[in-house]
Protein backbone atom coordinates (compact mmCIF):
# COMPACT_ATOMS: atom_id res chain seq x y z
CA UNK A 1 0.00 0.00 0.00
CA UNK A 2 1.49 3.68 -1.28
CA UNK A 3 1.01 6.82 0.51
CA UNK A 4 -1.00 7.85 -2.51
CA UNK A 5 -3.57 4.91 -2.28
CA UNK A 6 -7.15 4.85 -0.65
CA UNK A 7 -8.22 1.81 1.39
CA UNK A 8 -11.70 0.70 0.06
CA UNK A 9 -13.03 -0.83 2.94
CA UNK A 10 -16.98 -2.55 3.42
CA UNK A 11 -18.81 -2.07 6.01
CA UNK A 12 -20.59 -5.53 7.10
CA UNK A 13 -23.55 -6.64 9.52
CA UNK A 14 -21.80 -9.55 10.72
CA UNK A 15 -23.19 -12.09 13.30
CA UNK A 16 -21.45 -11.19 16.71
CA UNK A 17 -20.78 -14.94 17.42
CA UNK A 18 -18.55 -14.61 14.45
CA UNK A 19 -16.19 -12.10 15.95
CA UNK A 20 -13.31 -12.16 17.96
CA UNK A 21 -10.20 -10.01 19.27
CA UNK A 22 -7.76 -11.07 16.78
CA UNK A 23 -4.12 -11.14 17.80
CA UNK A 24 -3.16 -8.26 16.03
CA UNK A 25 -4.94 -6.06 18.47
CA UNK A 26 -2.66 -4.34 20.54
CA UNK A 27 -4.25 -4.09 24.13
CA UNK A 28 -4.53 -6.94 26.01
CA UNK A 29 -5.32 -5.39 29.67
CA UNK A 30 -8.43 -3.77 30.13
CA UNK A 31 -9.92 -2.98 33.45
CA UNK A 32 -13.59 -4.93 33.90
CA UNK A 33 -15.37 -1.90 35.57
CA UNK A 34 -14.31 -0.17 32.16
CA UNK A 35 -15.64 -3.02 30.18
CA UNK A 36 -19.00 -2.47 32.20
CA UNK A 37 -19.47 1.43 31.86
CA UNK A 38 -18.79 0.88 28.40
CA UNK A 39 -21.32 -1.61 27.78
CA UNK A 40 -23.81 1.06 29.40
CA UNK A 41 -22.72 3.37 27.20
CA UNK A 42 -23.38 1.44 24.11
CA UNK A 43 -26.53 0.21 25.20
CA UNK A 44 -27.77 3.63 25.76
CA UNK A 45 -25.97 5.61 23.18
CA UNK A 46 -25.91 2.81 20.13
CA UNK A 47 -22.09 1.66 18.98
CA UNK A 48 -21.04 5.47 17.90
CA UNK A 49 -17.83 4.15 15.92
CA UNK A 50 -17.44 0.53 14.05
CA UNK A 51 -14.72 -1.37 14.84
CA UNK A 52 -12.68 -3.09 12.22
CA UNK A 53 -11.35 -6.29 12.12
CA UNK A 54 -9.95 -8.69 9.20
CA UNK A 55 -12.36 -12.02 8.14
CA UNK A 56 -10.49 -14.96 8.27
CA UNK A 57 -10.14 -18.73 6.15
CA UNK A 58 -13.09 -19.78 8.33
CA UNK A 59 -15.15 -16.82 7.04
CA UNK A 60 -14.91 -15.29 11.35
CA UNK A 61 -13.48 -11.92 11.62
CA UNK A 62 -11.08 -10.88 14.00
CA UNK A 63 -11.04 -7.53 15.34
CA UNK A 64 -7.84 -5.24 15.09
CA UNK A 65 -9.60 -2.09 16.11
CA UNK A 66 -12.13 -2.30 19.01
CA UNK A 67 -11.43 -4.77 21.45
CA UNK A 68 -12.79 -3.24 24.62
CA UNK A 69 -16.10 -2.45 22.33
CA UNK A 70 -16.01 -6.22 21.25
CA UNK A 71 -16.07 -7.14 24.63
CA UNK A 72 -18.79 -4.62 25.91
CA UNK A 73 -20.79 -5.97 23.26
CA UNK A 74 -20.64 -9.42 24.82
CA UNK A 75 -22.24 -7.81 27.97
CA UNK A 76 -25.11 -6.69 25.69
CA UNK A 77 -26.37 -10.22 23.91
CA UNK A 78 -29.23 -10.28 25.62
CA UNK A 79 -30.42 -6.85 23.51
CA UNK A 80 -31.34 -8.27 19.64
CA UNK A 81 -29.82 -5.09 18.51
CA UNK A 82 -26.70 -6.27 19.32
CA UNK A 83 -27.12 -9.12 18.07
CA UNK A 84 -24.90 -8.15 15.16
CA UNK A 85 -22.54 -5.72 14.88
CA UNK A 86 -21.39 -3.09 11.86
CA UNK A 87 -17.78 -3.81 11.01
CA UNK A 88 -15.21 -2.55 8.20
CA UNK A 89 -13.64 -5.10 6.86
CA UNK A 90 -9.68 -4.72 6.00
CA UNK A 91 -9.39 -6.11 2.41
CA UNK A 92 -5.63 -7.54 3.60
CA UNK A 93 -3.55 -8.55 5.96
CA UNK A 94 -1.18 -5.32 5.58
CA UNK A 95 -4.10 -2.92 5.52
CA UNK A 96 -5.25 -4.99 9.28
CA UNK A 97 -1.41 -4.58 10.55
CA UNK A 98 -1.94 -0.81 9.70
CA UNK A 99 -5.44 -0.34 11.54
CA UNK A 100 -4.44 -1.82 14.55
CA UNK A 101 -1.20 -0.18 15.27
CA UNK A 102 -2.35 2.88 14.11
CA UNK A 103 -5.51 3.56 16.27
CA UNK A 104 -3.32 2.42 19.17
CA UNK A 105 -0.91 5.56 17.96
CA UNK A 106 -2.98 7.87 17.73
CA UNK A 107 -5.26 7.17 20.52
CA UNK A 108 -5.32 10.26 22.69
CA UNK A 109 -6.13 10.08 26.14
CA UNK A 110 -7.34 13.67 27.21
CA UNK A 111 -5.27 15.80 30.38
CA UNK A 112 -6.71 15.20 33.81
CA UNK A 113 -7.52 18.67 33.98
CA UNK A 114 -9.19 18.90 30.40
CA UNK A 115 -11.30 15.72 31.27
CA UNK A 116 -11.97 17.27 34.89
CA UNK A 117 -12.87 20.98 33.41
CA UNK A 118 -15.33 18.78 30.64
CA UNK A 119 -17.25 16.63 33.34
CA UNK A 120 -17.83 20.17 35.43
CA UNK A 121 -19.03 21.92 32.01
CA UNK A 122 -21.65 19.09 31.67
CA UNK A 123 -22.74 19.06 35.30
CA UNK A 124 -23.13 23.12 34.80
CA UNK A 125 -25.28 22.69 32.31
CA UNK A 126 -27.73 20.43 34.24
CA UNK A 127 -26.37 16.95 33.13
CA UNK A 128 -27.36 14.31 35.70
CA UNK A 129 -24.43 12.12 36.86
CA UNK A 130 -25.64 8.39 35.12
CA UNK A 131 -25.89 10.38 31.96
CA UNK A 132 -22.40 11.98 32.75
CA UNK A 133 -21.59 8.03 33.60
CA UNK A 134 -22.79 6.81 30.48
CA UNK A 135 -21.41 9.43 28.18
CA UNK A 136 -18.00 8.95 29.82
CA UNK A 137 -18.08 5.34 29.97
CA UNK A 138 -17.17 5.23 33.45
CA UNK A 139 -19.25 4.46 36.85
CA UNK A 140 -21.39 7.24 38.65
CA UNK A 141 -18.17 7.03 42.07
CA UNK A 142 -15.42 8.29 39.42
CA UNK A 143 -17.83 11.22 38.10
CA UNK A 144 -18.80 12.46 41.61
CA UNK A 145 -14.95 12.58 42.14
CA UNK A 146 -14.28 14.48 39.04
CA UNK A 147 -16.96 16.97 39.78
CA UNK A 148 -15.03 17.30 43.69
CA UNK A 149 -12.16 18.39 41.43
CA UNK A 150 -13.92 20.31 38.65
CA UNK A 151 -14.80 22.79 42.02
CA UNK A 152 -11.60 23.46 43.09
CA UNK A 153 -10.14 26.87 42.14
CA UNK A 154 -8.51 27.39 38.99
CA UNK A 155 -5.04 27.81 39.64
CA UNK A 156 -5.26 24.10 41.16
CA UNK A 157 -6.03 22.80 37.76
CA UNK A 158 -3.92 25.11 35.60
CA UNK A 159 -1.21 23.22 38.20
CA UNK A 160 -2.24 19.89 37.56
CA UNK A 161 -2.01 20.38 33.45
CA UNK A 162 1.46 22.07 33.52
CA UNK A 163 2.60 18.99 36.22
CA UNK A 164 3.39 21.30 39.12
CA UNK A 165 1.23 19.05 41.10
CA UNK A 166 -0.33 15.21 40.96
CA UNK A 167 -3.82 14.50 40.59
CA UNK A 168 -3.26 12.78 43.88
CA UNK A 169 -2.24 16.26 45.10
CA UNK A 170 -5.17 18.08 43.77
CA UNK A 171 -7.44 15.81 45.17
CA UNK A 172 -6.21 16.37 48.53
CA UNK A 173 -7.01 19.92 47.58
CA UNK A 174 -10.36 18.61 47.78
CA UNK A 175 -10.71 18.94 51.80
CA UNK A 176 -10.38 22.41 51.87
CA UNK A 177 -13.18 24.86 52.27
CA UNK A 178 -11.05 27.97 52.23
CA UNK A 179 -9.94 29.56 49.31
CA UNK A 180 -7.14 31.73 50.68
CA UNK A 181 -5.96 28.99 52.02
CA UNK A 182 -5.82 26.58 49.10
CA UNK A 183 -4.44 28.78 47.37
CA UNK A 184 -1.61 30.02 49.58
CA UNK A 185 -0.84 26.15 50.01
CA UNK A 186 -0.81 25.59 46.29
CA UNK A 187 2.18 28.27 46.17
CA UNK A 188 3.99 26.52 48.69
CA UNK A 189 3.62 23.05 46.99
CA UNK A 190 4.03 23.74 43.44
CA UNK A 191 6.75 21.73 41.90
CA UNK A 192 8.08 20.78 44.94
CA UNK A 193 6.85 17.48 45.07
CA UNK A 194 4.82 17.30 48.37
CA UNK A 195 2.97 14.26 49.74
CA UNK A 196 -0.82 14.27 49.29
CA UNK A 197 -1.13 13.67 53.37
CA UNK A 198 1.27 16.61 53.63
CA UNK A 199 -1.00 18.79 51.60
CA UNK A 200 -3.75 17.69 53.54
CA UNK A 201 -2.06 18.42 57.23
CA UNK A 202 -1.31 22.07 55.80
CA UNK A 203 -5.22 23.05 54.13
CA UNK A 204 -6.25 21.30 57.80
CA UNK A 205 -3.80 21.66 60.29
CA UNK A 206 -6.20 21.81 63.33
CA UNK A 207 -8.53 19.16 62.22
CA UNK A 208 -8.81 15.93 63.41
CA UNK A 209 -9.47 12.56 61.73
CA UNK A 210 -12.42 10.50 62.23
CA UNK A 211 -9.72 7.39 63.06
CA UNK A 212 -9.15 9.75 66.40
CA UNK A 213 -10.38 8.00 69.69
CA UNK A 214 -12.12 11.70 70.67
CA UNK A 215 -14.22 11.10 66.99
CA UNK A 216 -14.69 7.06 67.75
CA UNK A 217 -15.25 7.68 71.88
CA UNK A 218 -18.14 10.74 71.33
CA UNK A 219 -19.68 9.87 67.25
CA UNK A 220 -20.32 11.35 64.32
CA UNK A 221 -24.07 11.82 65.46
CA UNK A 222 -23.63 13.78 68.70
CA UNK A 223 -20.71 15.63 67.29
CA UNK A 224 -23.00 17.32 64.40
CA UNK A 225 -26.10 17.63 66.83
CA UNK A 226 -24.05 19.75 68.54
CA UNK A 227 -22.87 21.99 65.50
CA UNK A 228 -19.69 20.48 64.64
CA UNK A 229 -18.47 21.14 61.13
CA UNK A 230 -16.97 17.71 58.99
CA UNK A 231 -15.30 17.37 55.91
CA UNK A 232 -15.48 14.67 54.03
CA UNK A 233 -12.64 12.99 51.72
CA UNK A 234 -13.96 11.79 48.87
CA UNK A 235 -10.67 10.24 47.73
CA UNK A 236 -9.52 8.44 50.55
CA UNK A 237 -12.86 7.70 52.03
CA UNK A 238 -11.74 9.89 55.34
CA UNK A 239 -13.75 12.46 57.34
CA UNK A 240 -12.14 15.52 58.84
CA UNK A 241 -13.62 17.36 62.27
CA UNK A 242 -13.06 20.59 62.34
CA UNK A 243 -14.03 21.95 65.40
CA UNK A 244 -11.66 20.58 67.82
CA UNK A 245 -12.29 22.48 70.92
CA UNK A 246 -16.13 21.13 70.55
CA UNK A 247 -15.31 18.06 70.20
CA UNK A 248 -12.45 17.69 73.28
CA UNK A 249 -15.63 19.67 75.15
CA UNK A 250 -17.88 16.99 74.33
CA UNK A 251 -14.72 13.98 75.11
CA UNK A 252 -14.42 15.27 78.33
CA UNK A 253 -18.25 15.35 79.18
CA UNK A 254 -19.39 12.06 77.89
CA UNK A 255 -15.84 10.65 79.69
CA UNK A 256 -17.14 12.62 82.80
CA UNK A 257 -20.77 11.37 82.87
CA UNK A 258 -19.05 7.76 82.01
CA UNK A 259 -17.56 8.07 85.49
CA UNK A 260 -21.04 9.36 87.21
CA UNK A 261 -22.36 6.88 85.98
CA UNK A 262 -20.32 4.17 87.37
CA UNK A 263 -20.46 5.93 90.82
CA UNK A 264 -24.09 5.43 90.32
CA UNK A 265 -23.77 1.48 89.57
CA UNK A 266 -22.37 1.50 93.29
CA UNK A 267 -18.67 2.42 93.05
CA UNK A 268 -17.70 4.65 96.04
CA UNK A 269 -15.39 6.48 93.25
CA UNK A 270 -14.60 6.78 89.95
CA UNK A 271 -11.84 9.35 87.89
CA UNK A 272 -11.51 9.73 84.66
CA UNK A 273 -8.54 10.16 83.31
CA UNK A 274 -7.00 12.02 80.02
CA UNK A 275 -4.58 9.10 78.66
CA UNK A 276 -4.86 5.87 76.46
CA UNK A 277 -3.31 3.85 78.54
CA UNK A 278 -2.97 2.78 81.91
CA UNK A 279 -0.02 0.90 84.00
CA UNK A 280 0.94 -0.79 87.10
CA UNK A 281 3.00 2.21 88.07
CA UNK A 282 -0.13 4.33 87.71
CA UNK A 283 -1.90 2.77 90.62
CA UNK A 284 1.34 2.21 92.52
CA UNK A 285 2.72 5.95 92.87
CA UNK A 286 -1.03 6.30 93.70
CA UNK A 287 -0.54 4.04 96.36
CA UNK A 288 -3.68 2.46 95.53
CA UNK A 289 -4.03 -1.68 96.49
CA UNK A 290 -6.59 -3.40 94.80
CA UNK A 291 -9.29 -6.15 95.27
CA UNK A 292 -10.70 -8.49 92.81
CA UNK A 293 -14.27 -9.86 92.33
CA UNK A 294 -15.15 -13.53 93.09
CA UNK A 295 -14.65 -15.37 89.89
CA UNK A 296 -17.67 -17.80 89.53
CA UNK A 297 -18.26 -21.43 88.26
CA UNK A 298 -19.65 -23.43 85.41
CA UNK A 299 -21.74 -26.72 85.22
CA UNK A 300 -20.46 -29.02 83.96
CA UNK A 301 -23.22 -28.74 81.00
CA UNK A 302 -21.94 -24.73 80.87
CA UNK A 303 -18.32 -26.08 80.81
CA UNK A 304 -18.52 -28.32 77.99
CA UNK A 305 -20.09 -25.70 76.25
CA UNK A 306 -17.68 -22.95 77.09
CA UNK A 307 -14.50 -25.21 76.11
CA UNK A 308 -16.64 -25.96 72.59
CA UNK A 309 -17.05 -22.16 72.13
CA UNK A 310 -13.53 -21.17 72.94
CA UNK A 311 -12.32 -23.82 70.82
CA UNK A 312 -14.44 -22.18 68.10
CA UNK A 313 -13.55 -18.69 68.90
CA UNK A 314 -9.61 -19.24 68.86
CA UNK A 315 -10.32 -20.32 65.30
CA UNK A 316 -12.01 -17.29 64.35
CA UNK A 317 -14.78 -19.08 63.07
CA UNK A 318 -17.26 -18.05 66.07
CA UNK A 319 -20.58 -16.87 64.24
CA UNK A 320 -22.14 -13.74 66.55
CA UNK A 321 -24.75 -16.24 68.49
CA UNK A 322 -22.16 -18.25 69.74
CA UNK A 323 -20.11 -15.04 70.37
CA UNK A 324 -22.49 -13.87 72.33
CA UNK A 325 -23.19 -17.11 74.55
CA UNK A 326 -19.39 -17.50 75.07
CA UNK A 327 -19.29 -13.90 76.64
CA UNK A 328 -22.20 -14.64 79.07
CA UNK A 329 -20.24 -17.60 80.20
CA UNK A 330 -16.96 -15.52 80.48
CA UNK A 331 -19.14 -12.76 82.51
CA UNK A 332 -20.31 -16.37 85.19
CA UNK A 333 -16.69 -17.04 85.16
CA UNK A 334 -15.21 -13.55 85.32
CA UNK A 335 -17.47 -12.75 88.38
CA UNK A 336 -18.72 -9.91 89.50
CA UNK A 337 -17.94 -7.28 92.54
CA UNK A 338 -19.88 -7.23 95.36
CA UNK A 339 -21.96 -3.87 97.26
CA UNK A 340 -19.68 -4.30 99.49
CA UNK A 341 -16.95 -4.31 97.85
CA UNK A 342 -17.71 -1.94 95.48
CA UNK A 343 -18.36 0.56 98.79
CA UNK A 344 -14.69 0.37 99.98
CA UNK A 345 -13.04 1.29 96.21
CA UNK A 346 -12.80 2.41 93.07
CA UNK A 347 -12.76 2.90 88.88
CA UNK A 348 -9.77 4.29 86.96
CA UNK A 349 -11.15 4.44 83.88
CA UNK A 350 -9.96 6.03 80.22
CA UNK A 351 -10.14 5.89 76.81
CA UNK A 352 -7.93 3.70 74.11
CA UNK A 353 -6.88 4.12 70.70
CA UNK A 354 -9.96 2.91 69.61
CA UNK A 355 -12.23 4.84 71.33
CA UNK A 356 -13.76 2.41 73.43
CA UNK A 357 -13.92 2.91 77.68
CA UNK A 358 -11.32 0.97 79.71
CA UNK A 359 -11.67 0.41 83.28
CA UNK A 360 -8.86 -0.68 86.28
CA UNK A 361 -12.01 -1.66 89.18
CA UNK A 362 -11.78 -2.71 92.81
CA UNK A 363 -9.03 0.26 93.66
CA UNK A 364 -8.84 0.85 97.15
CA UNK A 365 -7.58 3.77 98.49
CA UNK A 366 -5.32 4.79 101.69
CA UNK A 367 -7.74 6.34 103.27
CA UNK A 368 -10.50 3.16 102.79
CA UNK A 369 -7.77 0.45 103.28
CA UNK A 370 -8.75 0.32 106.93
CA UNK A 371 -12.45 -0.52 105.26
CA UNK A 372 -11.82 -3.27 103.23
CA UNK A 373 -9.70 -4.73 105.62
CA UNK A 374 -12.04 -4.82 108.40
CA UNK A 375 -14.11 -6.76 105.65
CA UNK A 376 -11.91 -9.05 104.88
CA UNK A 377 -11.29 -7.81 101.03
CA UNK A 378 -7.54 -7.03 101.93
CA UNK A 379 -4.90 -8.48 104.06
CA UNK A 380 -3.22 -6.27 107.12
CA UNK A 381 0.40 -5.61 106.11
CA UNK A 382 2.77 -6.78 108.37
CA UNK A 383 4.86 -4.07 108.02
CA UNK A 384 3.80 -1.22 110.30
CA UNK A 385 5.33 1.63 108.48
CA UNK A 386 3.48 0.93 105.38
CA UNK A 387 0.80 2.36 107.22
CA UNK A 388 2.56 5.23 107.76
CA UNK A 389 2.57 8.16 105.65
CA UNK A 390 5.90 9.35 103.90
CA UNK A 391 7.72 12.13 105.97
CA UNK A 392 9.48 12.89 103.04
CA UNK A 393 8.78 13.34 98.76
CA UNK A 394 9.93 9.95 97.11
CA UNK A 395 13.29 10.49 94.42
CA UNK A 396 12.01 9.12 91.11
CA UNK A 397 15.22 6.49 91.42
CA UNK A 398 13.51 4.99 94.63
CA UNK A 399 10.23 5.14 92.79
CA UNK A 400 12.22 2.80 89.92
CA UNK A 401 13.88 0.76 92.89
CA UNK A 402 10.17 0.18 94.60
CA UNK A 403 8.92 -0.70 91.01
CA UNK A 404 11.72 -3.07 90.47
CA UNK A 405 10.33 -4.72 93.74
CA UNK A 406 6.96 -4.50 93.08
CA UNK A 407 7.56 -6.70 89.97
CA UNK A 408 9.89 -8.55 91.79
CA UNK A 409 7.20 -9.95 94.04
CA UNK A 410 4.65 -10.81 90.98
CA UNK A 411 7.37 -12.84 89.65
CA UNK A 412 8.17 -14.58 93.09
CA UNK A 413 4.32 -14.89 93.30
CA UNK A 414 4.06 -16.45 89.80
CA UNK A 415 6.90 -18.72 90.40
CA UNK A 416 4.54 -20.98 92.53
CA UNK A 417 2.30 -21.89 89.50
CA UNK A 418 5.14 -23.77 86.52
CA UNK A 419 1.95 -24.77 84.75
CA UNK A 420 0.65 -20.97 84.28
CA UNK A 421 4.06 -19.90 83.18
CA UNK A 422 4.29 -22.59 80.56
CA UNK A 423 0.99 -21.61 79.53
CA UNK A 424 1.96 -17.89 79.42
CA UNK A 425 4.97 -18.54 77.33
CA UNK A 426 3.15 -20.64 74.54
CA UNK A 427 0.35 -18.27 74.39
CA UNK A 428 2.23 -15.20 73.97
CA UNK A 429 4.54 -17.23 71.45
CA UNK A 430 2.01 -18.34 68.98
CA UNK A 431 -0.45 -14.80 69.76
CA UNK A 432 1.47 -11.42 67.89
CA UNK A 433 0.87 -9.24 71.44
CA UNK A 434 3.63 -7.13 70.68
CA UNK A 435 4.11 -4.33 73.60
CA UNK A 436 1.36 -6.54 75.44
CA UNK A 437 4.10 -9.40 76.28
CA UNK A 438 3.84 -10.91 79.76
CA UNK A 439 6.85 -12.44 79.36
CA UNK A 440 10.18 -10.03 79.08
CA UNK A 441 11.29 -12.76 75.97
CA UNK A 442 12.29 -11.44 72.99
CA UNK A 443 11.70 -13.25 69.73
CA UNK A 444 13.44 -13.06 66.52
CA UNK A 445 13.29 -14.67 63.06
CA UNK A 446 15.80 -17.23 63.27
CA UNK A 447 16.26 -17.68 59.10
CA UNK A 448 15.23 -20.99 57.91
CA UNK A 449 14.23 -20.66 53.60
CA UNK A 450 16.39 -19.69 51.09
CA UNK A 451 16.18 -16.74 49.42
CA UNK A 452 15.13 -18.17 46.51
CA UNK A 453 12.18 -19.78 46.73
CA UNK A 454 12.10 -23.83 45.02
CA UNK A 455 10.45 -27.11 44.89
CA UNK A 456 12.70 -29.79 46.82
CA UNK A 457 12.75 -28.09 50.29
CA UNK A 458 9.69 -29.15 52.65
CA UNK A 459 10.48 -28.24 56.22
CA UNK A 460 7.55 -29.79 58.78
CA UNK A 461 4.30 -27.80 58.20
CA UNK A 462 4.34 -26.62 62.11
CA UNK A 463 7.13 -24.49 61.19
CA UNK A 464 5.85 -22.89 58.07
CA UNK A 465 2.18 -22.40 58.70
CA UNK A 466 0.18 -20.84 61.45
CA UNK A 467 2.27 -17.97 62.30
CA UNK A 468 1.11 -15.97 65.21
CA UNK A 469 -2.24 -14.96 65.71
CA UNK A 470 -2.26 -11.02 65.05
CA UNK A 471 -4.04 -9.69 68.26
CA UNK A 472 -3.94 -5.89 67.00
CA UNK A 473 -7.32 -5.49 67.07
CA UNK A 474 -7.99 -4.82 71.09
CA UNK A 475 -9.27 -7.84 71.77
CA UNK A 476 -9.85 -8.97 75.53
CA UNK A 477 -6.48 -10.68 76.30
CA UNK A 478 -7.85 -11.82 79.50
CA UNK A 479 -10.50 -13.96 78.16
CA UNK A 480 -8.60 -14.63 74.67
CA UNK A 481 -5.99 -16.18 76.97
CA UNK A 482 -8.07 -18.30 78.86
CA UNK A 483 -9.84 -19.36 75.78
CA UNK A 484 -6.27 -20.90 74.66
CA UNK A 485 -5.72 -22.70 77.92
CA UNK A 486 -9.16 -24.33 77.96
CA UNK A 487 -8.04 -26.11 74.35
CA UNK A 488 -5.94 -28.46 77.07
CA UNK A 489 -2.43 -29.09 77.98
CA UNK A 490 -1.74 -31.24 75.05
CA UNK A 491 -2.50 -27.79 72.52
CA UNK A 492 -0.62 -25.82 74.95
CA UNK A 493 2.54 -28.10 75.01
CA UNK A 494 1.84 -28.64 70.66
CA UNK A 495 1.98 -24.40 70.18
CA UNK A 496 4.92 -24.24 73.13
CA UNK A 497 7.30 -27.13 71.19
CA UNK A 498 6.70 -25.81 67.74
CA UNK A 499 7.35 -22.01 68.36
CA UNK A 500 10.09 -22.93 70.21
CA UNK A 501 11.51 -25.10 67.36
CA UNK A 502 11.73 -22.23 64.82
CA UNK A 503 13.40 -20.01 67.74
CA UNK A 504 16.08 -23.06 67.90
CA UNK A 505 19.76 -21.16 66.48
CA UNK A 506 22.13 -23.82 67.96
CA UNK A 507 23.76 -21.43 70.80
CA UNK A 508 26.94 -22.62 71.71
CA UNK A 509 29.14 -25.09 69.49
CA UNK A 510 29.91 -27.79 71.81
CA UNK A 511 25.82 -27.80 72.85
CA UNK A 512 24.59 -27.19 69.54
CA UNK A 513 26.70 -30.71 68.44
CA UNK A 514 25.90 -32.45 71.46
CA UNK A 515 21.67 -31.74 70.24
CA UNK A 516 22.43 -32.48 66.94
CA UNK A 517 24.11 -36.14 68.26
CA UNK A 518 20.69 -36.60 70.08
CA UNK A 519 18.97 -35.18 67.89
CA UNK A 520 20.39 -36.71 64.53
CA UNK A 521 19.26 -33.93 61.96
CA UNK A 522 19.34 -35.20 58.32
CA UNK A 523 19.37 -32.40 55.73
CA UNK A 524 18.26 -34.42 52.47
CA UNK A 525 15.11 -35.48 54.88
CA UNK A 526 13.91 -31.73 54.25
CA UNK A 527 16.00 -30.69 51.07
CA UNK A 528 16.62 -32.23 48.21
CA UNK A 529 18.80 -30.70 45.40
CA UNK A 530 17.49 -29.31 42.00
CA UNK A 531 17.50 -27.56 39.20
CA UNK A 532 16.27 -24.40 40.66
CA UNK A 533 17.67 -24.80 44.47
CA UNK A 534 21.55 -25.58 43.38
CA UNK A 535 22.35 -27.47 39.80
CA UNK A 536 21.11 -23.89 37.95
CA UNK A 537 23.18 -22.15 40.59
CA UNK A 538 26.85 -23.67 40.03
CA UNK A 539 29.08 -23.92 37.04
CA UNK A 540 29.51 -26.32 34.57
CA UNK A 541 32.51 -28.38 35.35
CA UNK A 542 31.44 -28.40 38.80
CA UNK A 543 27.99 -30.24 37.32
CA UNK A 544 30.42 -32.77 34.96
CA UNK A 545 32.62 -33.44 37.91
CA UNK A 546 29.47 -34.31 40.50
CA UNK A 547 27.86 -36.48 37.45
CA UNK A 548 31.50 -38.29 36.89
CA UNK A 549 31.47 -39.21 40.42
CA UNK A 550 27.95 -40.44 41.57
CA UNK A 551 27.82 -43.03 38.50
CA UNK A 552 31.65 -43.98 39.07
CA UNK A 553 32.67 -42.77 35.36
CA UNK A 554 36.31 -42.40 34.11
CA UNK A 555 36.37 -38.60 32.21
CA UNK A 556 36.36 -40.11 29.13
CA UNK A 557 33.32 -42.53 29.31
CA UNK A 558 30.77 -41.98 26.81
CA UNK A 559 28.24 -41.53 29.69
CA UNK A 560 30.56 -38.66 30.67
CA UNK A 561 31.84 -37.07 27.23
CA UNK A 562 28.33 -36.44 26.58
CA UNK A 563 26.93 -35.05 29.69
CA UNK A 564 30.13 -32.98 29.20
CA UNK A 565 28.84 -31.58 25.90
CA UNK A 566 25.15 -30.47 26.90
CA UNK A 567 24.35 -26.73 27.56
CA UNK A 568 24.23 -25.83 31.51
CA UNK A 569 20.54 -25.67 31.61
CA UNK A 570 20.08 -29.43 30.25
CA UNK A 571 22.88 -30.69 32.23
CA UNK A 572 21.08 -29.59 35.79
CA UNK A 573 17.49 -30.88 34.81
CA UNK A 574 19.56 -34.57 33.71
CA UNK A 575 20.89 -33.86 37.46
CA UNK A 576 17.87 -32.92 38.57
CA UNK A 577 15.89 -36.09 37.06
CA UNK A 578 18.99 -37.92 38.89
CA UNK A 579 18.03 -37.35 42.25
CA UNK A 580 14.26 -37.16 41.71
CA UNK A 581 15.21 -40.79 40.99
CA UNK A 582 13.70 -41.22 37.44
CA UNK A 583 13.23 -44.85 36.95
CA UNK A 584 13.55 -44.64 33.38
CA UNK A 585 17.01 -42.58 33.59
CA UNK A 586 18.14 -44.62 36.41
CA UNK A 587 17.77 -47.71 34.27
CA UNK A 588 19.09 -46.21 31.12
CA UNK A 589 22.39 -45.11 33.31
CA UNK A 590 22.55 -48.46 35.20
CA UNK A 591 22.42 -46.63 38.63
CA UNK A 592 23.45 -49.38 41.14
CA UNK A 593 22.26 -49.73 44.65
CA UNK A 594 25.17 -48.33 46.03
CA UNK A 595 25.44 -45.56 43.75
CA UNK A 596 21.40 -44.63 44.57
CA UNK A 597 22.31 -44.90 48.09
CA UNK A 598 25.25 -41.69 47.47
CA UNK A 599 22.76 -39.89 45.63
CA UNK A 600 20.45 -40.25 48.20
CA UNK A 601 23.25 -38.77 51.01
CA UNK A 602 24.81 -36.29 49.01
CA UNK A 603 25.24 -33.06 50.03
CA UNK A 604 27.01 -30.25 48.74
CA UNK A 605 30.67 -29.10 50.12
CA UNK A 606 29.78 -27.41 54.00
CA UNK A 607 26.57 -28.91 54.62
CA UNK A 608 28.00 -32.28 56.06
Given at each position: MTKQETIIAPIEQVPFGDLYVSDLNPRTVFSPEGIEALAENIRQLGLIQN?????????????????????????????????????????????????????????????????IREYGSMAERGVPVPSIAIAFGVNEKHVYRRLKLASLPVSVLDALKTGEITLSNAAAFTVSEDEANTLAVL????????????IKQMLKPDSVRSTDRRVKFVGLEAYEAEGGRVTGDLFADQTYFDDVALLDELFKAKLKATAEAMTGDGWKWAEAMDTTYLGYYEIEERKLDRIYRDEGTLTEEQSERYDELAELAEGEVLDAEGEAALTALQAVLDGAFSAEQKAVSGVLLY???????????????????????????????????????????????????????AQGARQHAVLRDPDLLIDLLAYQLSHALRWNDPLGIATTEVPNWPSTEAEGY???????????????????????????????????????????????????????AMIDKETQPNIREVWTPNAANFFSRVGGPYLNDLWRDLLDLSADHPTATSFAKLKKGEKADKLEALFRGDHDLRSALGVTDEQAAKIGAWLPEGME
Open positions: IAGLRDETGKVGIVAGGRRLRALALLQDDPRFATVSVKIAPDQATAEVWASSENHHREQPHAADEEKVRGEGYSDHQVNQSGEVQTAEGLVTREDRAAAIEAGFLRKSSHSSAEAEPKSPISQKLRDDLSRVALDERLTSNPPRDMWDAKDLGASFRAFRKKGPEHVRGELVRFLAAQYRGGDEKLA
